[in-house]
């Protein structure tokens, strides 16, 4: 498929003609668009499931990390003759033993070793590893391992990262930044000068973690020169590439294998010190290791949500139309590169989306300090950055006394347009979606006439629909799939790279094949997520396998379709062309009486040509543009929200309870409504949680504080709100059937949302995230005092004081 050529002025407002398959006028799917169960729901609910931590093989051992207790130090010495003396230690590892070769999954920043070698980094950091016949044995000797440090000065505060005085943390990044990210489109200062209002905002983006109930779990076994694993995974090619990498072997000695997963939310994207550390321990010992994070390991590991301090401005005209904006951020990004270089590049690259404007400046410098590496979490760097720039509007809009609504309306993107940056948007119904949003929320009737203490707010979103690049160069398709039908016609299998990791994509997977193969749902069977036995596919993230996946399954269905009706042809003495299947069942066209199955035609193929089987592939078109940074971003196709969140606030304490929240999505054609609907509830209750309560602390040594789930606070099912899903009607010409993403785009109105509903109630604003009962409270006080009200202050109360 070739990329859309644009028509018209270079601006935002580009139009062009997509090359797609236009919408069908019949849209009657059997199998798609239908609420079906989930292909793996019994195994889960009744416990059959075996996830990574359930697998056991014989002699097998267990393996724990030795991590350092500072945040940053320098290596003297590491003793571990007394650990080797243990009865049932039966190896014990440090940076000697293990390959050298930096690794990360960004290759423009390989800055991590498999452990440390002269300095540790974070508290947290890779120092040594043991395999011991238990559990309890480990822990024995973790503790008998003598590490002798000096202790460095460390670089806690991003904001003084870049200091020249402030302690380098990878000498080769000077000023600790990692990077450095300067775009402009159009004349930015320009639009400025012509501006009839322009604004200044400031906020700052939470560092959250993403929390999955499954904890990071990984089983080697290396025998006979070749390496297996078993691994809790979003990707197991990336898994494979880059162990494959690390121990410079064939990626074919390398098989990584996915079991059901407990939750990644893109956590589990690169590979850790589990199954490099473990791969080393299988060798050294001749037996399987199993390696695991308990659950403050998971937290120190990290790759969660950024810390990110954000400076926008924007100028309008004096009806609120946008004319130019400035997005200026600092990213704390831990330690370590991680995923972050794309983290840094989405956090501006998305804010172009969801509104309409032709001139665009962005500035980033994502910053090393000595707190554990930042990645990617749900909605990737955009979520904060949304945050603030719906923030931000909703102030504009007040300033000019413009209803938050019309001045989102008057801006929305349309479809088949170009933004600054050079992303082509084919099917977009951002207005539709926020005229829905209006209506089902009775925003009319609502705003600014609620009771004391309560307030409606709305946010936009928008999301890629797959990345337009893989995270390194190959010339590899995004994904590829196979489809065998049994030799009697009565079950067929899908082979597929792709990976479920709970949100169901095995199930829309083979809902996409059966609909191709004019199949039921209910006789596929699948295989998924074996670098051995299935075919290649990235994996899962950035909301890319209903798209990308579901193309090349379509692929597959349809050519085993084509040999099923052309065998049916013979055996009816029929054209092909006049033949068709669904459900199972041949009819011819002009007659929908059924006169062969497809069980009956399957067994006649297989009898006289062996094998029935369809095979697919997907590779997006050239995407975006030539300036530096330009593929991040890119995608075949982008999902549009918008959320309208109304809440009420206890004046006394701060806290806020979120009563009704309406979310309204342009996500294409639907394959399963119910998983769709799910995706969405999901997405808010971690959008929620991060609105509200969420954030890892960390004390004045680079410690975590809150490193349990009993005391990072969660959402529970008590705390979330009436949840009011809805469509809006939408078909994308770049994807299979017109489909588009859902998991993540849901994550993206959620914060401003929440924010603008509070503003809307109390007429302050809270400019730094999680919005707690606290800073609510505190902003309450202050805008008293401003109003010259008596205010108590609780710590001059003699009860505070000693």
Known sequence: MSQPTPTGPKSSARVYTHPGLPEPADKDYAVIGKSKPKIDGREKVTGQARYTADLKFPNMLYGKILTSPHAHARIL???????????????????????????????????????????????????????????????KALKAIKVEYEVLPAVLDPLHAMDEDAPQIHPEYPLNKNTEIHQNFGDVDEAFRKADYVRTDFFI???????????????????????????????????????????????????????????????????TGLEFGGAVLSRMTGRPVKMFYDRAEMFAHNRGRHRQYMKLTTGVNADGRILGVHADFIMD??????????????AGAMLTLTYDFENYRFDMNRVYTNLPA?????????????????????????????????????????PNTITPNEFVVNSCEMVACLEQAR???????????????????????????????????????????????????????????????????????????????GYTYEQMKIVAADTETTPHDFGAYASRQTLMSGAAVKEAGEEVRKQLLEMAGEMLDLPPEQLNVRLGK?????????????????????????????????????????????????????????QVSEVEIDEETGEVTVLDVWDVHDCGQVINPALLHAQVHGALYMGMGESIWEEV????????????????????????????????????????????????????PTMGCFRNAIFDAMGVSVNSLPLTPEKVWAALREKRKANGEDVWDPMACECFLE
Request: one cysteine or more; aromatic letters at 10%; glycine letters at 12%.
């Open 77 to 139: 010495s590491i003793d571990t003759s007394e650990a080797e003396k243990i009865p049932g230690v039966k190896a014990v590892i440090t940076h000697k033993d293990v390959p050298t070769l930096k690794y990360g999954i960004a290759p423009a920043r390989w800055d991590e070793n498999i452990f440390c070698i002269d300095t540790v980094k974070f508290v947290g950091d890779k120092v040594a590893a043991v395999a011991c016949i238990d559990e309890e044995t480990c822990y």
């Open 439 to 517: 209506d089902v929320s009775n925003w009319a009737d609502k705003k600014g006439k609620l009771p004391a203490g309560r307030g409606i707010g709305v946010a936009t979103g928008s999301f890629v629909t797959g990345a337009g690049y893989p995270i390194y160069r190959t010339d590899l398709p995004q994904a590829a799939a196979m489809i065998k039908v049994g030799e009697d016609g009565t079950a067929a299998t899908l082979y597929t790279g792709a990976v479920d990791i709970g949100q169901g994509s095995d199930t829309i997977l083979c809902q996409m094949a059966a609909e191709a193969m």
């Open 205 to 271: 983006g939470n560092r959250t973690y993403q929390a999955p109930l499954e904890p990071h779990t990984a089983t080697s076994i290396w025998q006979d020169g070749k390496l297996t694993v078993y691994s809790s995974t979003q990707s197991p090619h990336y898994f494979q590439y880059y162990i494959a990498r690390e121990f410079e072997l064939p990626m074919g000695d390398v098989r990584v294998i996915k079991t059901y997963v407990g939750g990644g939310f893109g956590g589990k994207l690169e590979p």
């Open 374 to 414: 930042c990645g990617a979490q749900r909605g990737h760097g955009a979520p904060q950055p949304r945050y603030a720039f719906e923030a931000h509007l909703d102030n504009i809009a007040k300033d000019l006394n413009i209803d938050p609504m019309e001045i989102r309306l008057r801006n929305a993107r349309k």
């Open 697 to 748: 602390r960390f004390d004045a040594n680079g410690k975590i504080q809150n490193p349990t789930l009993g005391e990072y606070r969660l959402p529970t099912a008590l705390d979330m709100p009436r949840v009011h899903s809805s469509l809006v009607p939408s078909y994308e010409p770049a994807g299979p059937w017109g489909v588009k993403e859902v998991g993540e785009g849901a994550t993206l």
């Open 586 to 642: 041949i009819s011819a066209k002009d007659n929908p009486e059924t006169i062969l199955t497809f069980e009956q035609a399957a067994r006649t193929f297989f009898v006289k040509k062996g094998p029935l089987t369809g095979r697919g592939s997907y590779a997006p078109p050239k995407l975006g543009g030539k300036f530096k940074g330009a593929p991040v971003g890119t995608s075949p196709a982008y999902s549009f929200a918008a």
């Open 333 to 346: 990004g831990g330690a370590y590169t991680s995923l972050g270089i794309a983290t840094a590049y989405y």
